[in-house]
């Protein structure tokens, strides 16, 4: 069982270039979201979903998309990088269950933009 | 807004205790916690639900005060695998896993 896969581990990017962090998992979790981690800042919500074909924004989505075609799939694209994006991305899934439930997170991407 | 934590970082012996608080403006439904260590994912340690619930997780336990909005992590006898940066996530609703609000993180060093 393999949880929550994010690919790649490791990106750089110039700015103004485009590209897709990849995020899998194979749990049939209903709740998926992605988060950026900032030194000193914690974790700050992106785009998260409830269900396929069902996305909606977080704390900070400037920049961003995302869609959910698949229950097993959450891609996260960056559409013009900038340095200010330069952070370690992670991607989370849940149950939805009658309460709120634990989050499982992808090992992160660490993403530099030059 | 982002539930505030303190402190932002605690140094302690192995076996010596700390708390680490999380606060909200907001009324909240549950309050998450994990650890992270260096260069890892965030790890599920337990979740607190309205009603003021109190949980533990081996020496690690949680508490809630939902009239206060807060929630406190007690670490207990710590153990050196106990150091990791601590963060709480909140949730305003029963179904808004998907909006949880992180803390920005306390930082936990254990010392032999």
């Known amino acids: 069982n393999a949880g929550v896969t994010q690919t790649p581990k490791f990106q750089v990017l110039k700015t103004g270039q485009s590209m897709t962090l990849q995020c899998a998992q194979d749990?049939?979790?209903?709740?998926m979201s992605w988060y950026r981690q900032d030194p000193g800042m914690g974790l700050r919500l992106i785009h998260y979903s409830v269900g396929a074909g069902i996305t909606d924004q977080g704390e900070v989505p400037n920049g961003y998309n995302v869609s959910r075609s698949t229950t097993e799939d959450f891609p996260l694209r960056l559409l013009s990088a900038a340095p200010s994006q330069t952070s370690v991305y992670f991607c989370?899934?849940?149950?939805?269950?009658?309460?709120?439930?634990?989050?499982?997170f992808g090992q992160g991407t660490r993403l530099t933009v030059v | 807004q982002q539930p505030v934590q303190s402190p932002q970082a605690v140094i302690l012996r192995e076996g010596e205790d700390a708390v680490i608080n999380c606060s909200s403006s907001k009324a909240l439904y549950s309050v998450h916690w994990y650890r992270q260590k260096h260069g890892e994912a965030p790890v599920f340690l337990m979740i607190?639900?309205?009603?003021?619930e109190q949980k533990g997780h081996d020496k690690i336990s949680a508490s809630f005060n939902e009239k206060k909005q807060q929630s406190s992590l007690y670490l207990t006898a710590s153990q050196l695998s106990y150091s990791g940066t601590y963060f709480c996530g909140t949730a305003e609703a029963t179904d808004s896993w998907g909006k949880l609000q992180f803390g920005a993180g306390t930082q936990v060093v254990v010392t032999p």
């Open positions: 749990m049939n979790h209903e709740y």
């Open positions: 989370a899934s849940s149950y939805r269950g009658p309460r709120n439930t634990e989050a499982f």
């Open positions: 607190l639900l309205k009603g003021g």
